[in-house]
């Protein structure tokens, strides 16, 4: 019997090991070999996050538009040095009149599949996102009522009211052309898990939480990409992991590097810290719903003057940053240039201006904020918190998740206030001050003006470009006077990137492939 | 074999108890409709969508329905994967396993040497290290040590991959990191229960007879002392996929842990359940498994 | 007749227990008799000192906040300054009163936790034990549920659905922790039940709630000393897993979770973030263990 339990045990023990041991070498052949090689063609990319969905429509998630805008091609493109619209999928287009606008597309665009490009296919991509009331990038397209089909190249875009903002509307996230006829012949789940567009690169595996892979596409209208033979994303959500395989040459590419971590990526032997701005404002939206502190103009403003965004860009943000009064930054279609790269900022002020609202002894109020979303977001909350405390306001963090956190919101259960940092991929003010209003945010923010909602209704449907502008730079003011939420700062970007390669992160957060070259 | 049989009957209820408490929790938390749907989505439309999932029903119609579907094998759709929850789950559990083993392979060979290290010089200075050393690794948060062991190994020396699975150079690391705590734990076990068969009067007869005593350790003492160590391995189980759930997110390791916190965090409820579920039948065949091989490792215990 | 019977009868029980646990006499000669024991018992009173005269011990507001010096070194370092003896954090914290503070939360979580681990395990096992037959057949059900999903993960998923703070943070913990209590306290209340004076307190017909909180009670007492002892540490080690999920104690409160865990993306840059919170649990789990054995051997009846 003892014989027999050692026997037993010993068996037991090299299953085990040839268990382990089949695993490894299994992966040895299937799994990547992280040479660092100047040849190497694949281009490996470290990302926090992992992509949403392939469904473009679905989402409102930048960090997922940046890998689909390698796969995918909208129908015109902004430019991101000159800020001008340009041609990408359309050939030509032209605004016939107030509601109607026509595209001819390019010649020889074929999806991954080999099928053409036509006008069906934008058809059924637009229409879907404009009829789909489900879908979460609705709101962004309900201003088109049809796609008209002219013929296999021709098409007119009919839209509900005058839209000033057509062009940035189908020049992002939700505006990828999908491929009409494979979707109704295989289903949208088949699309979901083989995705095909007209874009540089085509599709091979997404291993969820893990690596997203593609390829470069043989037929791609402007050519092959000569560059890169395959991209990998690879997800890693913690920074110092993330860090340290960009230090390692582990990657080519690491996204979100947290300040702390810019010299030691610049110092060290082979990689370089790109950066750049971003047009992703840092803001802290406050309720103006009675019985809040903060429905008082007064507080708010003392809020708004507690906090030196100076000091939270230098001292958090490793000076990489732009102080702003407004959200419509630069770039953006309607910025007001001199409320950009400014702030206001006098304790002593908002500590009077406190008082006069009758909170001498000041009050609580509590901040909600995500954590590890935006760059050093939870340290900026605290920092923000230490800030108030100097004039008497205590200020309470709640850290929450984000579905969490969106739940709330959706809910209306938040209270005084909330941390947010808002992208713009329209680059028109538009979307941007369409956060003021009042309908938008009932139950949630409460925020009223009236001069606002008449300026913004004008507005948006002014194709009166000058004037339109005009309009938006007014309801800057407005907002700015009235202290309607406490603009933080314009954010930068912040991309690890190994020597071997060259790479200048853009202000819409997209990583394009095309625009990444060896050295 | 009466035993075996009654002990896997007990396993019905205690998955039935085990489901409940899940599917409460997911019931409390509320629907997932509000994430489903846009901001702008009508009333009407979530009310649409909450019929159409079932999500009027009361508690235990729908909790009834949930026990009816599992046993079926159906765990939901998990909304982020657009697939059936369990095999994505499924998926994702040989990257926890392989990690899962190497770790114990690793607190293996760590504990045995020192356990016995320790026990047969009680309260030497050995011991005392040895005690001290285990208490550390205890203590060490694992996400932690992962990261130290990465800055250390990866970014100054530059001998072994940060992160991700791949080849087996990619396994120590993380390996070494959930390993750490078990290993800790073992040697602690294992030192107790070498102490306590050293102390017995067969051993100690042994040694009178002048048998030496290194001898003595290995041929009876460690031999029974094997006994405890594999039911303790087998209960460690549960520790060693808590601790994954870590580790897997320091190194980015593809397994059930990642899956699990990324599910909870985008309230992919169907991945949670059928996650809890899983492991939770897992853990259990585990101690099944161990009070078997108990049985028929010590003669003293008859089967029936 | 039936007074004296029940005088014999305590007289018997009380007789029993001290026979176990023994007086305070023996208590403190064992004490100072084990090394470990001693330095155990004196870590463990100094970090409680620590934790109830936070406010008079803490140079500074652990909260608050100074731009101007940012990630300055401990004292001894180039760099540093005495102001601040452990350095500052990444918004210019004190980091030594970020951890004299943050020891009264994961003392106080610590502590509250096993309690009512303690409070809910002991008192199942107790009816368990005692009453036996079918209820304790469901109870037992029970603590095997919970004994199948592991803590780390139960609480993940609680605190996603209650949210973090430091009730709910109590609570889960309580709720995850219960079941070795049970189970050893139904094993010793089921050798305890034949004892003679349980025998003749019955037969003599004391209501059953009496024998339980006269008889049993006070005789589990000792289990649950030890168990609760070492369950202290690893609710102080969890809670820091716990902060690095993301669902620990929320600022402005301060745990050593919380400091350790917001200090891992600086231990490239500034070690000192996350290593001085480390050694406190380091060092306090190392004192709760080496008491924890202690006690085991003080009152453990096997081990006399």
């Not at chain 3, 350095?87 to 951890?99: H, K, Q």
């Not at chain 3, 609480?155 to 922790?177: D, E, H, K, Q, R």
Request: charged share 20%; net charge negative.
């Amino acid at each position: 019997m003892k014989r027999k339990q050692l026997w037993f045990i010993c068996m037991l023990f090299v299953a085990i090991g040839l268990l382990v041991g089949c695993t490894g070498e299994n992966k040895d052949e299937t799994g990547e070999t992280e040479e660092v090689n100047e040849d190497n063609r694949t281009l490996t990319i470290a990302l926090g996050t992992d992509m949403v969905s392939f469904d473009v429509h679905n989402h409102n998630n930048t960090s997922t538009e940046a890998i689909h805008i390698n796969m995918f091609n909208y129908l015109v493109k902004r430019n991101n040095d000159t800020g001008e619209m340009e041609p990408d999928l359309a050939e030509s287009y032209e605004n016939i009149d107030d509601l109607t606008w026509e595209f001819k597309l390019k010649d020889g665009v074929t999806f991954h599949n080999g099928d053409a490009l036509t006008s069906a296919d934008v058809k059924y991509s637009l229409e879907r996102a404009a009829t789909d009331t489900t879908l979460l990038d609705h709101a962004n397209y309900r201003q088109i009522k049809e796609v008209e089909i002219i013929d296999d190249t021709t098409f007119r875009i009919h839209t509900h009211e005058p839209d000033p903002a057509l062009l940035n509307r189908i020049s992002r996230i939700g505006s990828s052309i999908l491929p009409a006829n494979y979707i109704e012949e295989n289903g949208f789940d088949h699309f979901l898990a083989n995705p095909i567009g007209t874009g540089p690169f085509e599709f091979v595996e997404w291993v969820r939480d893990d690596r997203i892979v593609l390829t470069a596409f043989e037929d791609y209208f402007n050519g092959k990409n000569e560059e890169w033979d395959e991209i990998v994303y690879r997800i890693i959500p913690e920074n110092s992991t993330r860090v340290s395989e960009l230090l390692t040459a582990g990657v080519d590419m690491a996204v979100n590097i947290p300040p702390s971590d810019w010299v030691r990526v610049n110092e060290n032997e082979g990689t370089y810290l790109a950066q750049g701005i971003s047009n992703r404002t840092l803001m802290i939206f406050l309720r103006s719903t009675e019985g809040y502190p903060t429905e008082d103009k007064r507080v708010r403003e003392a809020l708004d003057l507690a906090i030196d965004n100076q000091a939270i860009v230098d001292n958090i943000l490793g000076g990489a940053g732009t102080p702003s009064i407004t959200r419509v930054g630069p770039g953006d279609v309607g910025h007001a240039a001199n409320l950009y790269d400014t702030y206001n900022y006098d304790p002593e002020r908002a500590k009077e201006l406190l008082a006069e609202a009758g909170f001498k002894d000041g009050f609580e109020m509590t901040l909600h904020s995500p954590r590890g979303r935006y760059l050093q977001d939870a340290e900026i909350a605290e920092m923000v918190a230490g800030m108030l405390a100097a004039i008497g306001v205590t200020m309470h963090i709640e850290f929450m998740e984000w579905s969490n956190y969106l739940e709330l919101r959706n809910a209306g259960e938040n209270k005084d206030a909330y941390l947010l940092g808002l992208g713009n991929s329209m680059f028109d003010a538009a979307n941007a001050l369409d956060y003021y209003r009042y309908d938008r945010f009932i139950g949630q923010l409460d925020y009223q003006n009236d001069e606002v909602e008449e300026l913004l209704v004008a507005a948006e449907q002014n194709m009166d470009v000058e004037e339109r502008n005009e309009q938006y730079i007014k309801i800057q003011k407005l907002l700015a006077e009235d202290v309607a939420h406490l603009v933080l700062h314009q954010e930068s970007i912040n991309i690890g990137v190994v020597d071997r390669i060259d790479y200048t992160p853009t202000m819409d957060e997209m990583i394009y492939i095309e625009s990444i070259t060896r050295k | 074999m009466n035993y075996i049989v009654r002990r896997m009957l007990q396993i019905i209820p205690v998955l039935l108890i085990i489901s409940f408490i899940v599917f409460t929790l997911v019931f409390i938390a509320g629907d997932p409709v509000a994430l489903m749907l846009p901001d702008d989505a009508t009333l009407e439309e979530i009310e649409q969508l909450r019929e159409s999932i079932g999500l009027n029903e009361p508690f235990y119609v729908q909790y009834g329905s949930y026990v009816f579907r599992v046993v079926q094998g159906d765990f939901g759709e998990s909304f982020r994967y657009g697939q059936d929850a369990l095999s994505v789950v499924w998926e994702r559990l040989p990257a926890t396993f392989e990690l899962a083993i190497a770790a114990i392979i690793i607190a293996i060979m760590v504990a045995i040497p020192f356990g016995i290290w320790s026990a047969t010089k009680q309260n030497s200075s050995i011991d005392l290290i040895a005690t001290g050393a285990a208490v550390v690794g205890k203590a060490m948060p694992n996400f932690w040590l992962g990261i130290m062991l990465i800055l250390f190994f990866s970014v100054t020396l530059g001998v072994l991959p940060v992160s991700g699975r791949g080849s087996f150079a990619h396994l120590i690391l993380p390996a070494i990191t959930l390993g750490t705590g078990i290993a800790a734990e073992m040697t602690r076990l294992i030192r107790s229960s070498m102490l306590e068969i050293l102390n017995q009067d067969y051993i100690r007869t042994a040694k009178s007879k002048g048998i030496k005593s290194v001898q003595v350790i290995y041929k009876h003492a460690f031999r029974n002392a094997l006994i405890p160590f594999v039911t303790i391995t087998a209960l460690q189980t549960s520790t060693l996929i808590g601790g994954a759930l870590i580790t897997e997110t320091v190194f980015a390791w593809p397994g059930i842990g990642q899956l699990l916190i990324q599910a909870v965090n985008t309230r992919d409820m169907a991945i949670v359940q059928a996650c809890v579920m899983i492991i939770a039948a897992i853990v259990i065949l585990m101690n099944l498994l161990a009070d078997i091989i108990y049985r028929i490792l010590d003669p003293r215990i008859k089967l029936d | 007749m039936g007074e004296q019977s029940k005088t014999i009868i305590d007289a018997d029980s009380q007789a029993y227990m001290r026979k176990r646990n023994g007086t305070f006499k023996r208590w403190s000669k064992l004490l100072l008799r084990s090394k470990t024991g001693t330095v155990g018992l004196l870590i463990v009173l100094f970090i409680v000192f620590v934790a109830v005269f936070a406010p008079l011990l803490a140079p500074y507001n652990p909260n608050a906040i100074n731009p101007s010096s940012l990630h300055v070194p401990p004292s001894w370092m180039e760099g540093g300054s005495t102001a601040h003896l452990l350095g500052t954090d990444n918004l210019g914290r004190d980091i030594l009163s970020r951890i004299i503070y943050g020891s009264q939360v994961s003392l106080l979580v610590g502590i509250a936790a096993v309690l009512l681990s303690g409070i809910i395990g002991v008192s199942i096992g107790l009816i368990s034990g005692f009453y036996g037959g079918f209820l304790d057949n469901i109870l037992m059900r029970f603590v095997d549920s919970f004994l199948a999903i592991p803590t780390i993960l139960f609480s993940l998923v609680f605190l996603a659905v209650f949210g973090p703070s430091i009730m709910t943070l109590i609570v889960v913990l309580g709720l995850t922790n219960w079941t070795s209590y049970a189970r050893l306290v139904r094993g010793e209340v089921l050798s305890i039940k034949e004892r003679d004076f349980v025998r003749a307190a019955r037969s003599i017909g004391v209501k059953n709630n009496k024998i339980i909180t006269r008889h049993l009670m006070p005789n589990v007492i000792s289990t649950f000393i030890v168990i609760s002892t070492l369950s202290v540490a690893s609710t102080i080690i969890l809670e820091s897993s716990l902060s690095f999920l993301g669902l620990g104690i929320q600022p402005p409160t301060v745990s050593w979770g919380t400091v350790l865990s917001d200090g891992r993306d600086y231990l490239a840059t500034s070690w000192w973030l996350a290593t001085f919170p480390g050694i406190a649990i380091t060092i306090t789990v190392l004192g709760i263990i080496f008491l924890g054995d202690w006690l085991r051997d003080v009152l453990d009846p096997r081990t006399k």
